[in-house]
């Protein structure tokens, strides 16, 4: 294959082997691209988001109906006084315009109202929390962008955006000042991060803060006082509880950031940390009927933003029967497989 191709996303869903490779249709496209992957690893994010397309699942999203919509707009409405007084043309147009302005506006709020984003503000904090099953993008006062999880949270001083808490999970592009080198930091329960501009992901999940770096370079800041710098490509796991630290380079069996495009990535990933994921993500606990269901490998794309659908896929692609009752999963064998 030519290095010089430009490997983005569209260039792999416009390669026939590839699709070969991600259907596994051809088996010498399956076992060249299986090498190449292994080989450039750098590429396995957008390889595992083309495969998702190529083999996964599209869903519609969850938007207000028209009768939400318009309801909401008569309510405005009906509180808008448009008596305007008759002076000028020029000032009759421009006091209409207002007028529809301030509707526009104000169906807008009750629209991002409809949404379950929490974003609260003080005179010293803003926080931005996700409910269950919700990914949302943001844009920091300061450049910076932040793809947050479902069941997430993200708060900063107003007064210094680039010291940002998190829990959860979340994918920063930190926007760098190179006229100042001013640093920004994201902090967990287990270590300090520190960045000057770069992309990286951080999961604070499961007692232990797990950190991917993709570009440029930062250095975490455990409790102890200890410092380890990263470098591209690599993953680090650290839990202040256990102690435990897990350094390590990403390869294709490395799940990480595979869920900013509203789809689960996976390869070969088996079905206890998929469900784990469901559990982290919508607060739902899962059970199995037999431990060996556990086992089952995952490859593909599984939608991530309603629960319904991504239970459908998981039953369609493992063979096995979800049962949901409450807020538990129950994992069973299908009789009909």
């Known amino acids: ?19 070969n490779w991600a259907k596994d249709l051809n088996k010498n496209d399956v076992s060249y691209w299986n090498n190449w992957i292994q080989n450039n690893p ?74 379950s984003l929490t974003y609260i503000t003080n005179q010293s904090t803003t926080i931005h929390k996700t409910n269950y099953g919700e990914i949302i993008d943001l844009k920091l006062p300061d450049g910076t962008s932040v793809v947050l999880n479902g069941n997430s949270e993200i708060s900063y001083d107003k007064e210094n955006p680039r010291l940002l808490n998190l829990k959860g999970e979340a994918y920063f592009k930190v926007k760098s000042i190179p006229s100042t080198n001013a640093k920004f930091w994201v902090i967990t329960n ?26 440029g370079s930062i250095h975490l800041e455990f409790k102890n006082g200890e410092v380890a710098k990263m470098i591209p490509g690599e993953m680090v796991s650290f839990s202040n509880e256990s102690k435990k630290l897990l350094h390590k380079r990403v390869d294709v069996e490395t799940p990480y950031a595979l869920w900013r495009g509203g789809t689960y990535a996976f390869n070969e990933i088996p079905l206890k940390d998929v469900m784990t994921n469901l559990e982290l993500t ?24 309603n629960l319904k659908i991504c239970i459908a896929a998981i039953e369609k692609a493992t063979g096995t029967r979800i049962i949901n009752k409450g807020n538990i999963l129950r994992v069973q064998e299908n009789p009909i497989y």
């Open 190 to 215: 287990d270590l300090k991060v520190e960045v000057l501009g770069t992309q990286f992901h951080v999961n604070t999940r499961k007692q232990k803060t797990n950190v991917v770096l993709d570009e």
């Open 1 to 19: 294959m030519d290095k010089k191709h430009n490997f983005n996303l569209q260039y792999f869903l416009n390669d026939a082997s590839f699709e």
């Open 282 to 305: 919508y607060g739902i606990e899962v059970q199995y009927s037999a431990t060996e269901l556990m086992k089952i490998p995952i490859s593909g794309g599984i939608p991530n933003q």
């Open 42 to 115: 750098e590429h396995l994010e957008t390889v595992e988001n083309a495969k998702s397309i190529i083999t996964g699942i599209n869903f519609n999203q969850d938007y207000p109906s028209n009768s939400i919509v318009e309801e909401a707009l008569s309510k405005v409405l009906n509180k808008i006084d448009i008596d305007i007084p008759a002076p000028t043309k020029s000032k009759k147009v421009h006091s209409l315009n207002t007028v529809l302005l301030s509707t526009a506006a104000a169906v807008l709020l009750i629209l991002v109202g409809y949404s």
